[in-house]
């Protein structure tokens, strides 16, 4: 059974950067598709990227140009690099592929 373990999460300031990491096991990456979402209070889950197995990234509006999707499927690992952050990034992220989901991890980012 595949499962997915989301770090990296931490408290910030606005402005800087944060690396968020998606382990995987139980399966290889191979050609699966990944996605980065995120949840913030009171808010309902939104997109925020996805990377397809050949390593083609999307993103949503409120983050392109800030943040980078990536995979490195030797380490099972899928990444989200944020930089710029700001408050309104705030939520606890998600990592999904394929109806599986990690538990989240917080990103707080204060002004």
């Known amino acids: 059974q595949v499962q997915l373990v989301e770090t990296g999460g931490k408290s910030v300031q606005a402005g800087v950067s944060l690396r968020l990491s998606c382990a995987v096991s139980?399966?290889?990456?191979?050609?699966?598709?990944f996605n980065w979402l995120r949840q913030g209070a009171g808010k309902l889950r939104e997109f925020v990227a996805s990377i397809d197995g050949y390593g083609r990234p999307s993103y949503a509006d409120s983050v392109k140009g800030r943040f980078t999707i990536s995979r490195d499927n030797a380490k099972n690992t899928v990444y989200l690099q944020m930089n710029f952050l700001r408050p309104e990034d705030t939520a606890v992220y998600y990592c999904?592929?394929?109806?599986?989901w990690g538990q989240g991890t917080q990103v707080t980012v204060s002004s």
């Open positions: 139980g399966g290889p990456l191979s050609n699966r598709e």
């Open positions: 999904n592929s394929l109806g599986y």
